[in-house]
């Protein structure tokens, strides 16, 4: 099986940041506890995140995951009515950094991150 199908068919985004290997949101514990092991609490978004390293360890039948996402090429994907196109940031191993692109609503790829800090974060660490 292609190894994008794959990707799309187990993965989905925590807020367009991060992949969740079971298409699950967990909300952040109101009181007390945590988030599951492998996971940490994203205030901003309310919900449990994996790690980078959980990704990794959960996604052990590709062969470095973060590598292989960070080398996708930037794909503004296709149209989708009513969302507006926006800026996005894809990883550009030519330059060794992120650059902007704009995202069009639907389709497209995982090297798409909402800002600069977090694709660097992501893709930056493995270079």
């Known amino acids: 099986m292609n190894i994008l199908v794959v990707l799309s068919v187990v993965t989905k985004r925590c807020n367009a940041s991060y992949l969740i290997p079971d298409g699950n949101y967990i909300e952040c514990p109101k009181e007390g506890g945590g988030c ?6 994203s ?3 309310g919900v449990c995140c994996p790690t980078k390293s959980s990704l990794e360890h959960s996604y052990s039948f590709i062969y470095n995951t973060s590598e292989f996402l960070c080398s996708l090429p930037d794909d503004s994907g296709t149209f989708a009515e009513g969302v507006p196109d926006k800026p996005r940031f894809a ?3 030519e330059v060794n950094s992120c650059w902007r692109f704009s995202y069009y609503g639907a389709k497209g790829n995982y090297n798409n991150f909402p800002n600069f800090q977090e694709c660097v974060n992501f ?5």
Do not use: A, L, M, T
């Open 123 to 127: 893709c930056g660490n493995e270079k």
């Open 43 to 45: 205030h901003q978004r």
């Open 36 to 41: 599951p092991e492998g996971h940490e609490c």
């Open 91 to 93: 990883w550009s191993p």
